[in-house]
């Protein structure tokens, strides 16, 4: 084949636009910081780093999430302690009026503390996380339990509930959901048998009946007992929540550590491979220099 000036010359301009690209992507990488600047530099690579950060996302989602489950728990937790708290002291004021040594003053004295922490476990019942009620089941926006009406004559009249025992569930991860709500009849027992029993206690001590504060006793039993299971139950949630985040935690490390190594620059090797693309340009441009003599046309002009 015969070599002119012409394919010597289209040959060089050829090689020097493939020098002068390669120049200009290694300056682009190396102001950028990224190794893939546009789709067309590397698509697998690209990929690779959408698939990653598509990950990132998902798992950061999952742990905001976690994240209010968890402080639904706290608070939830916090209520069924209170709670807790007061079933114990109401036992000891049950054991004081069941004791027979009480005069009728103090009966009733007794009755108005136990009609006060009625009330009080009402509040405790009635306990909200960011404007929802904890225990209302899915009914979240209206308060699950009215105030005691102690005019009424009939016990179930007394106290009125809008709870249902639905559960709330948050997705916790990749097809995975958790209920992290504690229903009122899981905490306060069935026809909210804890305040009803405080209600109960109340009109015992004020008509001074032994038979029945000896059985709201044992009946306050079960309930301090439905407190303690509720709370165990809320604690073992806090405890898988946390496992789950912790493991998504080191997940987003990892990916991060990945989508690094794919897109960022070695800026150490990428400027050492910018000078030796300078002096190939270099190069180049001396060879274009030779290459292209005058000829006789030149010098005829």
Do not use: C
Not at 26 to 51: A, E, H, T, W, Y
């Amino acid at each position: 084949m015969r070599i002119t000036n012409n394919m010597m010359n289209t040959a060089f301009l050829q090689d020097l636009q493939r020098n002068l690209r390669h120049l200009d992507t290694m300056q682009r990488r190396i102001n950028s910081g990224k190794v893939v600047s546009r789709p067309s530099d590397d698509p697998v690579r690209l990929q690779q780093i959408f698939k990653l950060e598509t990950a990132i996302d998902q798992h950061e989602q999952y742990i905001r999430a976690i994240d209010d489950a968890d402080a639904w728990l706290a608070s939830t937790d916090a209520a069924l302690d209170q709670a807790g708290a007061i079933v114990i002291r109401v036992k000891g004021l049950a054991v004081q009026g069941a004791n027979g040594t009480n005069d009728l003053d103090a009966m009733r004295a007794l009755a108005d503390e136990v009609k006060q922490i009625a009330e009080q476990l009402v509040g405790v019942a009635n306990a909200t996380h960011a404007g929802r009620y904890v225990f209302a089941g899915t009914n979240t926006t209206v308060k699950p339990f009215s105030d005691i009406d102690w005019e009424a004559a009939d016990l179930q009249d007394k106290l009125q509930s809008l709870a249902n025992t639905e559960s709330i569930h948050y997705e916790i991860g990749p097809q995975v959901t958790m209920p992290v709500n504690t229903t009122a009849e899981k905490a306060f027992g069935k026809d909210e048998q804890a305040i009803r029993l405080l209600i109960r206690l109340e009109g015992a001590l004020r008509a001074d009946d032994k038979d029945e504060i000896n059985t709201i006793l044992d009946e306050l039993d079960v309930v301090e007992s439905q407190l303690l299971t509720a709370r165990s139950e809320v604690g073992a949630r806090m405890n898988r929540l946390e496992a789950t985040k912790s493991r998504f935690t080191d997940d987003i490390i990892t990916y991060r550590a990945l989508k690094s190594q794919a897109e960022d620059v070695d800026v150490s090797e990428a400027i050492m491979y910018l000078k030796t693309q300078e002096a190939v340009y270099h190069a180049s441009l001396a060879v274009g220099a030779r290459l292209m003599q005058p000829t006789l046309v030149d010098f005829l002009r």
